[in-house]
């Protein structure tokens, strides 16, 4: 009776931290985009942040009112251009240049915010660009920064984050002047994009919630790797549809789905109990959804334009989600096995996930739609 009361006891003591964890840190850390473009003439510059990220400083509620009409934000874009123009640094060849114009604000369907500046040089020995707006955000918050030619081809790519928020690029004497001389964005590119895979599965709560709520009926190794397996085909299908611009859901369906898609997991799992079957075709359907919350990265960063530049970061990401996953899954595992397999308690265990669960994703589903 004291080794049953022990047991459940830390298992219901790991149940509780990980869904106290997961209610508070329901989001992954902010993201935003800096796309530079060298044209023959000129720089232009594309900064996108999503409205929260700018409201704290620049509001829009002008009455108040817990809502921000068409024409607040209209009257707000002046004010948006030049809160960015101020916390943005272009420097040509050592020297500082301005805007040869105010920027130019729009807003999207996805509660984002494009600001574009057009900059009247461009370098022949070096480039500098510098985000001092990561200072004023709060930590975690990455910025993913492209640099290109007047093709659109790649120069240097980097994830700028609060402690390294700047760019220096060389140029060697290339006669379109526009070369760098040296540069490491491949490598840079795919390590910035498998961390950051790797830090939005372990930040993504509700995804893993689901992946917790599929493998908590498994007591074996064989069984838990086909539902890790079909879940890695799913969203790696939609994830690589929704980054080349081939397939598209609105966030609106998306992540009320997610939660939707956890609240199922874990009824049926009061409901038919240990080992229902076609776990892993379940797995699959729902994974498809998942992979298109996981594109939502990619897309708040602008990157799924569907040019050849995409593939790499798209990998690369992937490969950190499943990275991170199989982490998770290796720590999780060994104790949802110990627990299955003591039969007094295997029951209430299951029950007990099962039910946590589908509160946390009732939470989700609300949170998302009518709150």
Sequence with gaps: MGCFSAGYGRGLVALV???????????????????VALKSDLIEVRVTFALQDIEAFSPMDSDLDAEVSDSEREAAKPGIAQLLAGQLRIAVDGDDVTPVEPGQVSFDGQNN??????????????LLVQSTFLALLPDGHQQYLIVRDANGKALAEKMLVKQDDRLSLPFAGAADGRRPASTHAVLNTVSDFFKLGIEHIVTGYDHLLFLLALLVVTHSFWPALKIIT????????????????????????????IAATIIYVGVENLIRGDHPKGRHWLTFGFGLIHGFGFAGALREMEITSGDTGILLPLVSFNLGIESGQIAVAAVVLPMIWWLNNKVAIAGKFLKGCSIAVSLMGTYWLLERTVL
Excluded at 113 to 126: D, E
């Design 113 to 126: 915010a494009h600001v574009q500046f057009r900059y009247p040089a461009v370098p022949k020995q070096q």
């Design 17 to 35: 931290l990980l869904l106290q964890a997961a209610w508070v840190w329901a989001h992954a850390p902010g993201l935003s985009s800096l796309d």
């Design 230 to 257: 079909f879940f890695t085909l799913a969203h790696s299908l939609t994830l690589a549809l929704a980054g080349l611009n081939l397939v598209d859901l609105p966030s609106s369906f998306v992540e009320p789905f």
